[in-house]
């Protein structure tokens, strides 16, 4: 039977010993098996590795169709998927439907990229024009085309600059009053158009940015983990993170696509 039962996923940090007792910060995976391509079950495992690094207890819950919602939810993240798969979660998004809605409301940190990106707005319309409806936390309705938009791109945003790779054929437009997740430097962004990338509402993020992006963009990820922090344990006490690497690969990339 399926269940949502947490697992730890193991990393360098747990390894080496690093303390973790500042409390617990609960993650919620959203279909890891079905929406997770493009490498963005990384995007967990980067939130994990790095709630150990500062000090705090993961426990990170794989939520698949059909099984009960976790209790206890201090951050959730969602990938992208392929048409298949996002059929295979509809039903089950829409019965938890009210709980994250109420969750987004009560401003639990989100991250949603791509396909739960689009599942998360308003309506997805396909190319031969049915309407499929979203759960109507961010302000967004995203239209299929025949024109797919792919390659690297980067952000302003306001977690500072954001880098990732996008591939994705549906164009999304913001509704009134929806802000955007960030402005396009380089790249498509939501429709290659308007130079919004993603959308923002309360502490849910939606993006197409994948890569996974938050390895690539330690900001982006703390960010949403001192939101986390704070709604588990009360506060956010960061450790001292060796972010070296990641910022420089950060910074090569954002040099190197401006420049072209």
């Not at 024109?147 to 690297?152: D, E, H, L, S």
């Not at 939501?190 to 197409?208: F, I, M």
Request: with cysteine.
């Amino acid at each position: 039977m399926s269940t949502s039962s947490p697992t730890l996923p193991v990393d360098v940090a747990a390894l080496a010993g690093v303390p973790a007792d500042k409390g617990e910060v609960h993650v919620v995976h959203l279909y890891p098996r079905e929406m997770s391509i493009y490498g963005d079950l990384g995007n967990t495992r980067c939130l994990a590795a790095r709630l150990r690094w500062h000090g705090y207890s993961p426990v990170v819950h794989d939520h698949h169709p059909g099984a009960p919602f976790p209790r206890r939810v201090d951050l959730v993240v969602g990938g992208g998927g392929q048409d298949s798969g996002q059929v295979r979660v509809q039903h089950d998004l829409a019965v938890q439907a009210d709980r994250l809605r109420e969750l987004a409301a009560e401003g639990v940190p989100m991250l949603m990229i791509c396909g739960m990106y689009q599942l998360f707005g308003e309506a997805f319309i396909t190319v031969e024009g049915v309407r499929l409806p979203g759960l109507g936390i961010l302000g967004v309705t995203t239209r299929g085309n025949r024109t797919r938009m792919i390659g690297p791109v980067v952000l302003e945003t306001g977690f500072g600059p954001v880098v990732g790779y996008e591939n994705h054929s549906g164009s999304t437009e913001l509704g009134a009053g929806q802000a955007p997740f960030g402005r396009v430097r380089h790249g498509s962004g939501n429709n290659g158009t308007d130079g919004t990338e993603g959308a923002r509402t309360h502490n849910v993020v939606g993006s197409y940015l994948h890569g996974p992006v938050l390895p690539a963009n330690p900001a982006l990820a703390d960010g949403l983990l001192s939101l986390a922090a704070r709604r588990a344990t009360g506060g956010w006490a960061p450790g001292t993170v060796d972010d070296t690497l990641a910022l420089e690969a950060q910074g090569r990339q954002i040099r190197r696509l401006l420049r072209s």
